[in-house]
Every structure is written in C-alpha cells, then in structure tokens.
C-alpha cells in the first residue's frame, strides 16, 4: 500500500472518530461506539487539529462543544462518510439501493400522507434501513442532518435539489354541531362573528385569502385556539370548537364521514401549497435517495 493510500485511509478513519465524537457527546462514548478507548479517540482529535492548524472542539467538563471550522468539519465529514458507506453498498449489492434512508416530514404531513407509503416502500426495498422523523423543525439537510425533507409552499434558496412531490389546496371547515349552535357563515364577513382557530406560526394578525367577482380580498379573522399544524385545528373543529381553514389533506376524512363541512367553496380563491421533497443532487446522489423521491412522486402527485 503506497503512502497515498495510507494517507487516505487515516483520514477517512479521522473523519469517522469526529463524527462519532459529535453523535456520542463524549470521547469515552466515541470510544465505545468505534471500539478505542478514550484517550485514543482524543489523540486522533489532536492529531487532526494538529494538522488543519484550527481548534474543533471547545473541550469542558461538561461537554464537547464544535467551534464555527468543527461544524463545517462535521457537516464535511458526514457527507464524505455518507458518500463511501453508499458507494461500498452499492458495489455490495451491484447498485441496487441499500443503506440508510433519513426523512424527514411535517408532523401532519407527515403522519397522514407518508406513514402509510412507508410500509410498501419498505417490501419494494428490502435493502434500505428507513430511519423516519416526525418534525415542523426545519432540519438541516445540506449539513446532513437528513437525506431528504419534506417541505411546504415556497422554498428559500439554496444549493439543495427540490423535486415537487404534490400540491396540498386549503379549505374552511366546521363540525355540523358548531354551526347547529353558531349559525352557518354564508359570506366572508359573517367570519368575524365565529371562532376561527389559527396557526400559531403565522402573522400576529392572520388573514384569511378569498376571491369575489375575481377579485382577492384578505380577510382579519380570530378566534381563541391556535396550533402549529392542520391535524389538530382539524381536530377541534370536528369536536365543535370553531372554523379552521386548514390543509385538505388533513380534513379529507372527516369530511368524507360528514364530521366537518366545507364553508364557503364559492370564495375559495384556489390557493394551494406546493409540496417538495428537498435533498443534496447530482450525478452521486445515492440510490436509495432517488428511489425514496421517484416513489413520493408518483404516489403523492395527486
């Protein structure tokens, strides 16, 4: 073995001792998760700060925290490792997808519409360990936080790949005992008499969008509940509470079995949310990540 090679290998085992020394918290815990002990780990990490000529690591009693260069080390290091574990697999396995899937979706979203795709993903690729996280964080896919995320209307820019997946149209929704007892709303403005639940991350003054003889009009509403997801404003309506306008995808259900009732169909204005699944691109994208992304396509396209 010619001493590139030897350099090669001792920084790719440099890369996995850091990263492991991140997800353990500790070096003892790196040690035991890669089979060193504790004061070899912590040379390794001398040795790499040694040669990149930075501090990595703010070293305490209490904990292992990464300076600004440890979190581009550790963004780099799990990309780089991520890319080997998928190329040796694939060789492995003559291309065929395998390894470690990380998704990431909405909590409703999530919950409603892709646990239920999981299952038949999983028998079509028997050879990809899925590991899924329910989340209205946004997590970090280019860091490496995730392989593919799950994301809502307009998406900021970035150098990550972003496939539409679907679309999600919004609709105003009441239980039938709720408009036994509060009347039913047959113009926007009747709106401002009821008890419309919100979200809690949206405006300090929320609107509420229709359309009227073709022209939009925004509409101040209130009401005494918010939450941060659809499923449960969705929730409350069916037990009376109030009016939501919330995504359909969330209600779909409940109005089929007549446990809410759409409102005001004729001044919905139509708007819907895009819905993409974002993930790191290119000609080395691995192949469980383009099979995961082709099989949402297909499925939630409609």
């Not at 820019?157 to 039938?176: C, N, Q, Y």
């Not at 809410?260 to 691109?281: C, K, M, R, S, T």
């Amino acid at each position: 073995m010619d001493a590139k090679t030897v350099m090669g290998a001792d920084r790719a085992r440099a890369l996995e001792i850091f990263a492991a020394v991140m997800r353990a918290g500790s070096f003892s815990g790196a040690g035991r998760l890669l089979g060193l002990t504790p004061s070899a780990v912590a040379r390794s990490i001398d040795r790499i700060e040694a040669r990149l000529g930075v501090r990595l690591l703010l070293r305490s009693t209490r904990a292992l925290t990464p300076t600004a260069e440890g979190q581009v080390y550790l963004q780099t290091a799990r990309r780089i490792l991520a890319d080997l574990d998928d190329a040796e697999q694939q060789i492995a396995d003559q291309g065929a997808p395998r390894g470690r899937l990380r998704i990431s979706a909405s909590l409703s979203h999530g919950r409603l519409c892709v646990v239920p795709l999981l299952g038949p993903f999983a028998r079509l690729y028997p050879h990809i360990l899925i590991d899924f996280a329910l989340t209205d964080t946004l997590v970090d896919v280019a860091g490496g936080q995730a392989d593919v995320a799950i994301r809502f209307g307009p998406l900021a820019d970035s150098l990550l790949t972003a496939r539409k997946i679907g679309e999600s149209r919004r609709v105003i929704v009441a239980a039938p005992d709720y408009l036994a007892r509060c009347g039913t709303p047959i113009e926007p403005e009747d709106l401002h008499r009821h008890n419309c639940l919100n979200f809690n991350f949206r405006r300090a003054e929320p609107v509420w969008p229709f359309r009227r003889a073709g022209q939009d009009v925004a509409l101040s509403v209130r009401g005494n509940i918010e939450a941060n997801n659809g499923e449960t404003l969705g929730q409350l309506c069916a037990a009376g509470v109030g009016i939501a306008r919330v995504g359909a995808f969330s209600v779909v259900d409940d109005i089929a079995a007549g446990r809410l009732i759409p409102l005001l169909e004729d001044y919905n204005p139509g708007d819907a949310e895009q819905i993409h699944a974002v993930f790191v691109g290119g000609t080395n994208t691995p192949a469980r990540i383009r099979a995961f992304v082709d099989y949402l396509a297909a499925r939630l396209a409609g």
